[in-house]
């Protein structure tokens, strides 16, 4: 009769061995995987902007305020965009009030997101949350007046892009907001 007790010992300790360093491995790699994400970035949609965003930062307000001022920076770096298109109205065959309402009306979208961006800082300086909420929320949310209008005319300037970005900024930012 053989003696299975001998036998099965070592096949069971080589089969646990086996899974012990599968799963070690397997734990590592999800680590290194998710140890490159910053934490306040867990529910982003993109975690990888957004970790590039808060720029390393341990705290919630300091990963905050970081998302705020960068989407602030992104949002200002635009206004080239809009002071071409008030140029390039000039040259289409429309009344002087159409051309002046347009570029009226795109800049203020203009100026609008960056008052929201702007107030959601001083939101968050203060503590109001809800304000900070809504203010990011809110960033991009006339842009289509302004895209539409310059769609109709054939021209777009990169102007859903930079809203196309500017929204995806935003959106990170009240992900981070909401991390706490």
Known sequence: M?????????????IS????????????TLTTTTSTINPFCNNAENKTL?????????????ATTYAISQTLKTAKQ??????????????????KISKESIGHTCNEIY???????????DDLRYGYLDKLATKLSSVTGP???CTDLISKLGMDLQLSKYFSDLGLYSRICLSVARAI
Not at 51 to 58: A, F
Not at 78 to 95: A, Q
């Open 50 to 62: 957004c970790t590039l965003i808060v720029n390393g930062t341990k705290t919630w307000l300091s």
């Open 78 to 95: 635009g206004k080239p965009i809009f002071d071409d298109l008030v140029k390039r109205l000039h040259d289409i065959g429309m009344s």
């Open 17 to 28: 061995i086996t899974m012990v360093l599968h799963f070690n491995n397997a734990t590592s």
């Open 143 to 145: 842009s289509s007046k």
């Open 111 to 121: 100026d609008f997101a960056i008052e929201c961006l702007q107030g959601a800082l």
């Open 2 to 14: 053989v003696n299975t007790n001998s036998f099965f010992s070592p096949a069971i300790f080589a």
